[in-house]
């Protein structure tokens, strides 16, 4: 960033600031002259000496060096690597204050950006033990020192900070992550080299089944080989015997990616399963699926109450998944169409549907917007729309296509405000009513907004 005439501070100075707010990332915000300075772990109402840390035009970066105030939403942190690394920004605040502060990332957005004040937003969903909800953890693997390493990237790097506990994730997964790693190190297997390109293993993946146990490994390699395979297996195994499925992906792209296209099944079939309000599911290990499956289920239950089904609906699942939301509805709705663009996890879908005697429901592998948009030339009508897009929110060309459409009623399950809120504006403009938004928190300690909105058509 470049220093400017018009910024107050510059780099390393030493500041005594007063926390005025939380940016949606939730870092605390102060300001000298006017200026906007970004802190991590501060909170409003704090007062706080401060050393800046980076300056731009319009904003900067301060570091927090001693807090001379303490809020009371401020509670005890667990370990500071996990705000450095991004996993647990909200972690120094109270529970019900992250709440509080979701709700308000909705309402500020849905004034700000679509501009709808007078719409009933209630308070956020919580959870009873915000801690240890993740059913999935992707653990980059570096070589720290002379030592095979798993851990988590500082933010906006790739410098591995070693952790053996994640607080976040199932506790059964963080042990499970040491075991591979251990036997990783056991047969010399070489860890991924980012800058040389050279090395093996690249991330190690574990899925648990909430209410199954059951457990995927995934090993992301750089190449296909990974020796010694055949004793890997059965140390694996041994040592976690709840793992039915171990699947070697290999992805030898210089990206950020994680996963590559070629998949290799060392161990069962690529899935294992879990369920959800009753139901089974089989999840490959490219399939999406919810993190928080208790959260999941009160979210899906908002989902069902909004849709208020009596049997003879026609409705359109877009962004389906493995069609959990699909099959949900599928129990009061006359037929439900799945749309998703991901093929395994389409797969998927037809085999959940079959496995759970479902059979008014029909998947749709494709793009949703461009699905969407055939359908409507065709004149195919819904009574309900539910779409659960990811972070970037709805294509154009999908809005238009349900304005075409003009279904009844519309639910959007939205994983990101400010998008929704783009959204919304363009769907109110279209004609529809938007009634209510029920966030939901789905990922505690983070700063991640889940939400579901409902929206009527007027006549
Ligand atoms: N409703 C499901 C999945 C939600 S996540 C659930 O609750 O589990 C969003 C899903 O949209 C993912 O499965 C992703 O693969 C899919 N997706 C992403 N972009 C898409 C697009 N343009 N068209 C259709 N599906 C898409």
Avoid at 337 to 355: D, F, M, R
Avoid at 386 to 406: N, T, Y
Avoid at 416 to 444: M, S
Wanted: aromatic share 8%; hydrophobic share 40%; with cysteine.
């Amino acid at each position: 960033m470049k220093a400017d005439k018009t910024v107050p501070v510059q780099k390393n100075e030493k500041h005594t600031v007063k926390i005025e707010d939380l940016t949606h990332e939730g870092m605390g915000v102060a300001k000298i002259k006017g200026y906007p300075l970004f802190i991590e772990d501060a909170l409003p109402g704090e007062e706080m000496e401060v050393k800046i840390h980076k300056t731009g035009k319009s904003f900067g970066y301060a570091k927090s060096m001693n807090r001379l105030t303490s809020s009371q939403n401020r509670v005890e942190i667990k370990d500071a690597n996990f705000t450095r690394a991004g996993i647990t920004p909200l972690q120094h605040m109270h529970y019900p204050a992250q709440l509080a502060f979701k709700k308000e990332q909705v309402k500020k957005v849905i004034k700000r950006i679509a501009k709808l004040p007078d719409v009933k937003i209630f308070d956020t969903i919580g959870m009873a033990e915000p801690w240890g909800y993740r059913n999935k953890a992707q653990v980059p693997v570096r070589k720290v020192g002379e030592k095979l390493m798993t851990g988590f990237f500082r933010r906006n790097s790739h410098d591995l900070i070693p952790m053996e506990d994640f607080y976040i994730q199932d506790p059964k997964i963080d042990e499970a992550i040491l075991k591979v790693r251990d036997i990783m190190r056991t047969y010399n297997v070489k860890p991924y080299n980012e800058k040389e390109n050279t090395g093996n293993l690249r991330h190690i993946i574990v899925r648990r089944g909430y209410y199954t146990g059951e457990m995927m490994i995934v090993l992301v390699t750089r190449t296909a080989k990974l020796f010694p395979v055949s004793k890997i297996i059965p140390d694996i195994l041994e040592a976690l015997p709840e793992v039915v499925s171990i699947v070697q992906n290999v992805n030898p792209t210089r990206t950020n990616t994680i996963l590559g296209e070629d998949a290799i099944v060392l161990h069962g079939e690529d899935k294992y399963t879990d369920t959800l309000l009753g139901k089974t599911y089989e999840i490959s290990h490219r399939s999406f699926y919810q993190v928080n499956p208790t959260q999941t289920e009160k979210l899906y239950n908002v989902v069902l109450d909004y849709a208020a089904l009596t049997g003879e609906e026609t409705v359109i699942d877009a962004y389906s998944g493995i069609g959990t939301i699909t099959l949900s509805l599928a129990d009061k709705a006359k037929h439900v169409y799945g749309i998703e663009s991901v093929e395994p996890a389409v797969e998927n879908a037809k085999a959940n549907a079959a496995l759970n005697h479902v059979d008014n429901v029909t998947f749709e592998a494709g793009l949703a917007e461009e699905v969407m948009v055939e359908w409507s030339k065709e004149g195919r009508k819904a009574d309900l729309l539910v779409v659960d897009p990811p972070r970037k929110g709805l294509e154009g060309q999908f809005i238009d296509a349900v304005l075409e459409m003009k279904p009844t009623k519309m639910i959007y399950v939205s994983c990101n405000p400010a998008t929704l809120a783009r959204d919304l504006a363009l769907l109110a403009e279209g004609g529809y009513t938007v009634e209510k938004i029920q966030p939901v928190d789905l990922f505690p300690q983070t700063n991640h907004v889940e939400s579901v909105t409902l929206l009527t058509l007027k006549d």
